[in-house]
């Protein structure tokens, strides 16, 4: 499985955008790129996904660099209930199984 | 809204017993999936299932088996439990194989002494 690179942690201000960084260098062409989140205590959640285009939805919006070797996931104006650990994933087009790495652990300041 | 449930929040047993770990979906998902969590090493595969009666092994399956006799269930099995396997334990469910999105279950934070 290609693997993602993510900061271990990152702080963001209440109300402010937050930018989160993947690094994906060994992405293969049929590889989606998946984000969840997991709040304190609880199963991870979907975010979003993407293949070449930007994305966008109610949670976040994902952006996908030209060459796909790298992503972000923005979330517009963060909240404390953004607090959580976000996993950039890589999920293979034909298959269901994900690979989770260590993630990036979210820290939004009132 | 879907919803994935497990048998227990918390859990303890001794060292050898035979722990049953309980996932439920309500939804009518194809595929089911154990994880464990731990600390440094993030989620890990133990087992998932494309359908009922199928299992197949994730990356970590030594020392579990499953069980998935109904579509909505599937159980994880820790034949003779050891300390290493404390954990948290959590279930996902997904649509089908073409499914982006895997629902996951709160989690069973299990303890063996």
């Known amino acids: 499985d290609a693997k993602t690179t993510q900061p271990n942690s990152m702080e963001s201000n209440e109300e402010e955008p937050v930018h989160l960084p993947c690094n994906h260098s060994?992405?293969?062409?049929?590889?989606?790129i998946h984000w969840y989140r997991q709040l304190p205590s609880q199963g991870p959640e979907y975010v979003i996904h993407?293949?070449?285009s930007n994305v966008n939805n109610r949670m976040a919006s994902l952006a996908i660099a030209e060459d796909r070797k790298s992503s972000t996931l923005i979330l517009h104006r963060a909240t404390l209930r953004d607090a959580a650990v976000y996993y950039c994933i890589l999920k293979e087009t034909s298959g269901s199984r994900l690979t989770f790495g260590e993630g990036t652990q979210l820290t939004v300041n009132p | 809204d879907v919803k994935v449930t497990q048998s227990s929040r918390y859990l303890v047993k001794r060292t050898g017993e035979k722990v049953f770990l309980e996932c439920v979906q309500d939804?009518?998902?194809?595929?089911m999936f154990w994880y464990r969590q731990d600390p440094g090493l993030g989620l890990r595969l133990i087992y998932f299932s494309y359908d009922v009666k199928m299992k197949e092994k994730g990356d970590i399956p030594e020392g579990y088996s499953v069980s998935r006799e109904k579509k909505e269930r599937f159980s994880l099995i820790l034949e003779s439990a050891s300390t290493n396997q404390t954990s948290m334990y959590l279930c996902?469910?997904?649509?089908?194989?073409?499914?982006?999105?895997?629902?996951f279950g709160p989690g069973t934070r299990l303890t063996v002494t």
């Open positions: 993407g293949l070449t």
């Open positions: 996902a469910s997904s649509l089908d194989k073409k499914s982006y999105e895997q629902y």
């Open positions: 939804m009518d998902h194809e595929n």
């Open positions: 060994t992405i293969s062409g049929t590889d989606y």
